[in-house]
């Protein structure tokens, strides 16, 4: 039997210590994977990895310097189930919480090196995985796209809706990203986990805003 060789994971950038990073045996590369809520931003060669239902991702880097990352987050909606249901004050919330969710992730690549001029996307997600809320992942893919088109980020790619949830592997410093439709799930792991995710995001709304620099 041969010895499997150990390897080394780079250091992260400041503040991403706590995100799950392993070695990704296929690609022969440090992987970071990210659950609901979270972000990773990289400035070496690393991937991202995560597993999207009605969630949505936006891989983000500066084609230039090869710094990028992923997120995965998905907006407020009513407890009622009803989406938005027109509701200003919902809306509002909505909106501030998506946009803390991508000019987080945005801010550390420009900290890091990125220019905003640089910029380029790819997005995923926004399946109608969850029972009784066919819009949300519908709502997630809209409120990505019309961030990215009002910040002026280009969309390269995406794959978008559909009923399955999605693997998605995204490496920031060639741009290159893998999606893999899961359309057996042996377990409701995904749909747990968002929906946890949702009822977290609906109880502890983002207060106040913050500005790209």
């Known amino acids: 039997m041969v010895a499997r060789r150990k390897h080394t994971l780079p250091e992260t950038l400041p503040g991403f210590e706590a995100i799950n990073r392993y070695w990704d045996i296929e690609r022969e590369?440090?992987?970071?994977?990210?659950?609901?809520?979270?972000?990773?931003?990289?400035?070496?060669?690393?991937?991202?990895?995560?597993?999207?239902?009605?969630?949505?991702?936006?891989?983000?880097?500066?084609?230039?310097?090869?710094?990028?990352?992923?997120?995965?987050?998905?907006?407020?909606?009513?407890?009622?189930?009803?989406?938005?249901?027109?509701?200003?004050?919902l809306l509002s919330t909505a909106t501030r919480y998506g946009n803390y969710a991508m000019e987080h992730m945005i801010n550390d690549i420009l900290k890091h090196g990125g220019h905003k001029s640089h910029l380029e996307a790819k997005i995923f997600g926004g399946g109608k995985v969850i029972q009784n809320l066919s819009d949300v992942g519908t709502r997630n893919i809209e409120f990505v796209r019309d961030y990215l088109q009002t910040e002026g980020i280009p969309v390269l790619a995406e794959n978008v809706g559909d009923i399955h949830p999605r693997k998605v592997v995204y490496i920031p410093a060639t741009g290159k990203a893998y999606v893999k439709r899961i359309k057996h799930l042996h377990n409701d792991t995904v749909v747990k986990r968002e929906n946890a995710y949702r009822s977290e995001i609906a109880t502890q709304p983002v207060v106040g805003e913050i500005e790209l620099f």
Request: glycine share 18%; charged share 15%.
């Open 29 to 89: 590369m440090p992987a970071a994977k990210i659950l609901p809520g979270e972000y990773y931003v990289t400035n070496g060669g690393e991937l991202v990895t995560t597993v999207l239902g009605s969630c949505v991702s936006a891989c983000v880097r500066d084609r230039i310097f090869g710094i990028g990352g992923m997120n995965h987050f998905m907006l407020p909606i009513s407890t009622d189930g009803k989406g938005w249901g027109g509701s200003d004050d």
